[in-house]
């Protein structure tokens, strides 16, 4: 069975400074990782995603991740905040075979201070 | 523009009346599925569909029905069973798993059940 465990439930950043939101994971089987971003009263969509290959994962808004098997981490990073990076930040984890079903963290709000 | 819909936005029922929440994808996915959100909770898995007239649990699917009578629509019914039901409801829908397919979230509904 998969589980997401995100360290933070909500984390401020002054506008310009470095984004660092902490997904870890757990995970019998070769994992893949997604995280998603989600603005007030919508959905959910895609940053970034690891599947196979390229261990460090570029997103779109500049986001960025880095799947690190032997920490079972996969934190989400942007160098330089911006005010419209203010939102809810999801990872999510599902297994290599069966269904495609995702397993969800907690999420992290993230604040951005001007 | 592909994507999914999902209506209306917000919805108001009275205790004890059944209600039902559209969700429609013109994206030609195969893979269907209705997640709920609860403040702090992230998001919980209530049912989901890889295939026409087929459709499995998820990990909270009591109190709730689904049907998948049409490729293009799931919808999900919250019925007077379902203990707590005022919560954001989010759909979604992924491609035929070849390994590398996200899932992708309709704009969400709200319930408010008083």
């Known amino acids: 069975a998969q589980s997401v465990t995100q360290l933070g439930s909500h984390v401020s950043v002054s506008e310009g400074a470095l984004v660092l939101l902490r997904c870890n994971y757990s995970?019998?089987?070769?994992?893949?990782l997604f995280w998603y971003v989600q603005y007030p009263n919508q959905g959910l969509q895609l940053l970034l995603k690891?599947?196979?290959?390229?261990?460090l994962v570029k997103g779109i808004n500049g986001f960025e991740a880095e799947f690190k098997k032997s920490e079972t981490s996969f934190h989400l990073t942007k160098p330089s905040a911006h005010m419209s990076d203010a939102a809810e930040y999801f990872c999510a984890v599902r297994a290599l075979q069966g269904a495609q079903k995702l397993v969800f963290g907690q999420g992290t709000r993230l604040t951005i201070n001007p | 523009d592909g994507g999914i819909t999902q209506s209306p936005k917000y919805l108001f029922r009275k205790e004890g009346q059944n209600v039902t929440l559209s969700c429609e994808q013109n994206l030609n996915h195969d893979a269907m599925y209705w997640y709920r959100q609860d403040p702090g909770q992230g998001l919980r898995l209530i049912y989901y569909s890889q295939i026409v007239n087929d459709f499995q649990k998820g990990d909270i699917a009591e109190g709730y029905s689904v049907s998948r009578e049409k490729k293009e629509s799931f919808p999900l019914t919250v019925t007077s069973a379902q203990k707590n039901p005022t919560a954001f409801y989010l759909c979604a829908s992924s491609r035929p798993d070849r390994g590398l397919s996200e899932q992708y979230f309709g704009p969400g509904t709200r319930l408010t059940v008083t």
């Open positions: 690891y599947t196979t290959g390229a261990t």
């Open positions: 995970s019998s089987v070769p994992p893949y």
